[in-house]
């Protein structure tokens, strides 16, 4: 459902995307695996519009997202949830959800998600504890009832016990919805035992793409370590 | 502004032609005299260049219709000082050096004329000044011809006092031409007895004068000296009609002109009491062919004050000295302009040897939607305060 | 205590519509960082409209609700032809909407001529109130300005726009990310802020001289309330157009307005000095 062929991107002068291709398909979690500085946040800002590419393309569905604004994007189904979550955090917790929902799609969604925030709804988003926020980050991402769900580090910053729970929450919840995911986590363990499928990025392009199953130590050192 | 560029510039072809027909004394040179004009065109003040204008080009195409000044024809070269001294300065600098100027008419403001005075003194050109002020600018090379304080207020405080009250409040804008106004209205004050209710200022731009409007209530004054020119000042009347101010007080307008007519709405405004040297509205044959003559030129629609009147005069007087002394300089001008009788359309004024005017002025209230005056009050001689 | 109470009264009046005038400042500042010179032009348009509105006859009040509408429209057309392209460039915004401000006072003063015009005041009469005879219109003035500033807030904290223009004032890429349509959201905001400066002008219209240079005088005092309660929110305009008006109002009662002004910069500088960030800052940094 999105095919990427052949992208460039960059910041400045400097190109941090040379050439990336990479496919996912309807229902599937692909995890974006790679050391750091190799792309992956770039190629979520480029899918998203928040970063414009020189060249190559971006189709989701088969329809080219070049040149679209990043609210058009969001509105044809991509959802993102970006590193350091960004929730509104001068807003309520309902308000951060009543935004993602202005387009269809209720707020009962991210509660029926994590039910912990309903008893926060009328706090302010940045009272929240960093597991909560991410919490209502991805809750706000899946009220907007999207295709395509961008994740950028969910795990990042957050106690291991509050991450296994979070994620197999989100997990249960994509495959009964039948979304697509790509997924940026740093945790590689975490990334491979809920992807289909696992992407490795080096400097830029798609070195390999391999069954998450099929992930051995061996692979991951090659293209994970220094 | 329709007729102004940058460098409006005024000629008779007519008087050319006659200039050249008729023979001259050896001394006059044929040619033009130049007079540069540094007037605010722009930057708020517009309205008062405006006027200026007015007069200017007049006098202007009436001297070079008849012949000019001993054969030579008069040229104004205008140049917008945008209400601005330091732009006042430069184009002051740039008509005499450039243009050769003999001399210049203008400016508006004191700010503005105090700027431009070194720079006139040192080149020797002389400034004509037709601006009501403070008084106190005694140059060789600087000529008031419109009022100094004591002519708008030697008649006017007893006028006030006689149909309205004795005790007098003053309120004015903060600056100097107010403050030396309400110092010669205070001793014509207590000079008659009167009391002072109180005396204030303002800075410009203030948009809520409540404060100023309860206190002048308070004070139990029934006169106010008021001078505040330009659009505050509007803006100060329309309050103090709205919070009926204006029916315990009678307001003696200093530094009022008819383009003040009309923007205090319609039935407002009224009652007001001033000391002009001409008003547009004066039904005698000097004043109502100058009025005829300058709606010819500019159309019905033009308000007409006593700054045109007083730039028109300042013009002709420029013809006078000249043909006085026969010497087509700066210095013969100056020479020519002191102590120097011209004729004007509300009778004769006299230049006097500090370079201020005697002049006829009148006693009037605004009335309907216009100036009626309500009487002559006679040839006033001013008191420049010139040592 | 009438007295006092005649002085409330008469404040509240300037208060009212220093704060219309800031609240405009601080909904376009707060959305697009767009530092608005151009304003005090936007208020004078609302003068104008009125102006022009009753010389092709229509009523006082007509004049009042589709004036401030008109400038929302020219606020609208700025947006769309100048200020959008000069967006995160701060000091550009500074200098685009200076040379608007020319060109919108120039515009009037080759339209309506450089002098002074009258609004007709509506004859609504005067009432007793505390002992004085009040002029009605002045009630009526405040009235309207408190009515539009509880719409403003309204807008904002009880509507999906508001919702959507506080995440953008927030977080402009994020907003995007759900859906939220930037451009739109700047479009409007802009248009209201300008409606908001118009709405000043319309309603002090018949309280002031109608001419090309009125605005500077709200301008100033606009800008030193935003400045000194910050610009983190939009009740911040509200508190310093308070603490503006409030400081301005009794210094001119008590000694002059020379002093007044003098006062509300001396107490402004004081202000910004100790609390960069403003008062509302502080507020929250205990809160």
């Known amino acids: 459902m999105l095919e990427i062929q052949e992208l460039h991107a960059g910041y400045g002068g400097g190109e941090v995307l040379r050439g990336l291709s990479l496919g996912v398909a309807h229902g599937e979690?692909?995890?974006?695996?790679?050391?750091?500085?190799?792309?992956?946040?770039?190629?979520?800002?480029?899918?998203?519009?928040?970063?414009?590419?020189?060249?190559?393309?971006?189709?989701?569905?088969?329809?080219p997202l070049s040149g679209l604004d990043c609210f058009e994007i969001a509105r044809r189904g991509v959802a993102y949830v970006p590193q350091g979550r960004e929730i509104f955090g001068q807003l309520t917790v309902e308000e951060n959800l009543r935004l993602a929902a202005l387009r269809g799609g209720t707020i009962e969604t991210g509660y029926d998600l994590f039910p912990g925030l309903r008893a926060r709804a009328k706090d302010p988003g940045g009272s929240l504890s960093g597991g909560q926020q991410q919490q209502?980050?991805?809750?706000?991402?899946?009220?907007?009832?999207?295709?395509?769900?961008?994740?950028?580090?969910?795990?990042?910053?957050?106690?291991?016990?509050?991450?296994?729970?979070?994620?197999?929450?989100?997990?249960?919840?994509?495959?009964?919805?039948?979304?697509?995911?790509?997924?940026?986590?740093?945790?590689?363990?975490?990334?491979?035992?809920v992807a289909d499928r696992a992407v490795f990025v080096d400097h830029g392009v798609d070195a390999a793409s391999i069954a998450s199953r099929a992930v051995t130590r061996e692979i991951l050192a090659s293209y994970m370590e220094l | 502004m329709e007729n102004l560029s940058r460098r409006g510039v005024l000629k008779g072809a007519a008087s050319v032609a006659l200039a050249a027909a008729l023979p001259m004394p050896a001394v006059l040179g044929a040619g033009t005299i130049k007079i540069g004009v540094v007037q605010p065109f722009s930057g708020g003040l517009e309205l008062f260049g405006n006027q200026a204008k007015l007069g200017l080009d007049l006098a202007a195409a009436e001297i070079n219709a008849a012949g000019g000044i001993g054969g030579s024809t008069v040229e104004l070269i205008y140049e917008d000082d945008k209400t601005d001294p330091k732009t006042a300065v430069e184009r002051a600098t740039s008509l005499?050096?450039?243009?050769?100027?003999?001399?210049?008419?203008?400016p508006i403001t004191s700010n503005n004329r105090d700027a431009m005075m070194p720079t006139m003194s040192r080149s020797k050109v002389p400034l004509l000044y037709a601006t009501n002020y403070?008084?106190?600018?005694?140059?060789?090379?600087?000529?008031?011809?419109?009022?100094?304080?004591?002519?708008?207020?030697?008649?006017?405080?007893?006028?006030?006092?006689?149909?309205?009250?004795?005790?007098?409040?003053?309120?004015?804008?903060?600056?100097?031409?107010?403050?030396?106004?309400?110092?010669?209205?205070?001793?014509?004050?207590?000079?008659?007895?009167?009391?002072?209710?109180?005396?204030?200022?303002?800075?410009?731009?203030?948009?809520?004068?409540?404060?100023?409007?309860?206190?002048?209530?308070?004070?139990?004054?029934?006169?106010?000296?008021?001078?505040?020119?330009?659009?505050?000042?509007?803006?100060?009347?329309?309050?103090?009609?709205?919070?009926?101010?204006l029916n315990d007080v009678t307001v003696g307008f200093l530094?009022?002109?008819?383009?003040?007519?009309?923007?205090?709405?319609?039935?407002?405004?009224?009652?007001?009491?001033?000391?002009?040297?001409?008003?547009?509205?004066?039904?005698?044959?000097?004043?109502?062919?100058?009025?005829?003559?300058?709606?010819?030129?500019?159309?019905?629609?033009?308000?007409?004050?006593?700054?045109?009147?007083?730039?028109?005069?300042?013009?002709?007087?420029?013809?006078a000295?000249?043909?006085?002394?026969?010497?087509?300089?700066?210095?013969?001008?100056?020479?020519?302009?002191?102590?120097?009788?011209?004729?004007?359309?509300?009778?004769?004024?006299?230049?006097?040897?500090?370079?201020?005017?005697?002049?006829?002025?009148?006693?009037?209230?605004?009335?309907?939607?216009?100036?009626?005056?309500?009487?002559?009050?006679?040839?006033?001689?001013?008191?420049?305060?010139?040592? | 205590m009438d007295r006092i109470l005649i002085f409330l009264l008469d404040s509240s009046n300037a208060i009212l519509v220093l704060m219309l005038v800031s609240l405009g400042l601080a909904v376009i500042f707060g959305l697009m960082n767009v530092i608005n010179m151009a304003h005090g032009e936007f208020l004078v348009l609302g003068a104008y409209g009125v102006l022009t509105l009753q010389w092709a006859g229509l009523p006082f009040a007509a004049c009042l609700v589709i004036a401030p509408m008109l400038v929302a429209l020219i606020g609208l057309a700025a947006e769309e032809l100048l200020i959008r392209r000069t967006y995160e460039r701060l000091l550009d915004t500074i200098l685009a909407t200076w040379g608007l401000s020319l060109v919108l006072r120039q515009g009037l003063v080759l339209i309506y001529g450089p002098g002074s015009h009258a609004v007709a005041?509506?004859?609504?009469?005067?009432?007793?109130?505390?002992?004085?005879?009040?002029?009605?219109y002045r009630l009526v003035v405040m009235a309207l300005s408190a009515a539009a500033i509880a719409f403003?807030?309204?807008?904002?904290?009880?509507?999906?726009?508001?919702?959507?223009?506080?995440?953008?004032?927030?977080?402009?890429?994020?907003?995007?990310?759900?859906?939220?349509?930037?451009?739109?959201?700047?479009?409007?905001?802009?248009?209201?802020?300008?409606?908001?400066?118009?709405?000043?002008?319309?309603?002090?219209?018949?309280?002031?001289s109608v001419d090309p240079n009125a605005g500077l005088g709200w301008l100033v005092p606009g800008f030193l309330s935003i400045l000194v309660a910050g610009l983190g929110s939009l009740s911040g305009p509200i508190v310093g157009a308070a603490g503006v008006g409030a400081v301005d109002s009794l210094a001119a009662a008590i000694s002059s307005p020379v002093w007044a002004q003098l006062t509300v910069f001396v107490a402004a500088i004081i202000v910004i000095r100790f609390f960069p960030q403003g008062l509302m800052a502080l507020k929250r940094r205990e809160a």
């Open chain 2, 321 to 387: 000295a000249l043909e006085k002394t026969g010497k087509m300089d700066s210095e013969g001008l100056v020479d020519g302009l002191t102590e120097l009788n011209v004729k004007t359309p509300t009778g004769d004024i006299l230049i006097g040897k500090d370079h201020h005017v005697t002049m006829n002025m009148f006693l009037a209230k605004t009335e309907g939607a216009g100036l009626a005056v309500v009487k002559p009050l006679g040839a006033i001689a001013p008191a420049p305060g010139c040592a």
């Open chain 3, 152 to 208: 403003t807030f309204w807008v904002f904290f009880r509507t999906a726009l508001g919702l959507q223009a506080r995440a953008v004032i927030a977080n402009r890429n994020m907003a995007a990310c759900l859906g939220i349509n930037t451009r739109m959201l700047d479009r409007l905001t802009f248009a209201f802020g300008a409606g908001l400066a118009g709405l000043a002008g319309a309603v002090m219209s018949p309280l002031i």
């Open chain 2, 134 to 245: 403070e008084g106190g600018g005694c140059d060789r090379y600087l000529f008031s011809f419109n009022t100094v304080p004591n002519q708008e207020l030697e008649q006017l405080i007893p006028a006030l006092k006689e149909n309205a009250g004795d005790s007098f409040y003053m309120f004015g804008a903060d600056y100097v031409w107010p403050q030396k106004m309400f110092e010669a209205a205070e001793t014509i004050v207590t000079g008659l007895g009167g009391k002072s209710a109180g005396k204030e200022f303002t800075p410009w731009g203030v948009k809520d004068f409540a404060p100023v409007v309860r206190r002048v209530k308070d004070s139990g004054a029934k006169c106010l000296l008021f001078a505040l020119p330009g659009a505050d000042g509007i803006t100060f009347i329309r309050q103090a009609e709205d919070l009926g101010l």
């Open chain 1, 136 to 193: 209502l980050a991805i809750a706000r991402a899946m009220v907007a009832k999207p295709r395509l769900l961008l994740l950028d580090e969910p795990s990042e910053g957050i106690q291991p016990s509050v991450v296994n729970e979070i994620a197999d929450i989100v997990t249960r919840s994509v495959r009964s919805m039948g979304l697509s995911v790509l997924l940026v986590e740093q945790n590689t363990d975490l990334a491979l035992r």
């Open chain 2, 96 to 106: 005499i050096r450039k243009d050769g100027v003999m001399a210049i008419s203008g």
């Open chain 1, 29 to 63: 979690i692909v995890a974006l695996l790679g050391r750091n500085g190799m792309g992956k946040t770039t190629l979520l800002r480029c899918i998203m519009g928040l970063l414009p590419h020189a060249a190559g393309s971006i189709r989701l569905e088969g329809q």
């Open chain 3, 121 to 136: 005041a509506p004859d609504m009469g005067s009432v007793p109130v505390f002992g004085e005879i009040y002029p009605v």
């Open chain 2, 255 to 319: 530094g009022f002109a008819e383009t003040y007519l009309g923007a205090f709405g319609e039935g407002k405004g009224q009652n007001m009491w001033v000391t002009v040297p001409f008003a547009a509205s004066m039904t005698d044959p000097g004043p109502a062919e100058f009025v005829a003559k300058i709606r010819k030129a500019a159309g019905d629609g033009v308000p007409i004050s006593h700054y045109a009147f007083t730039h028109y005069n300042s013009l002709n007087a420029v013809k």
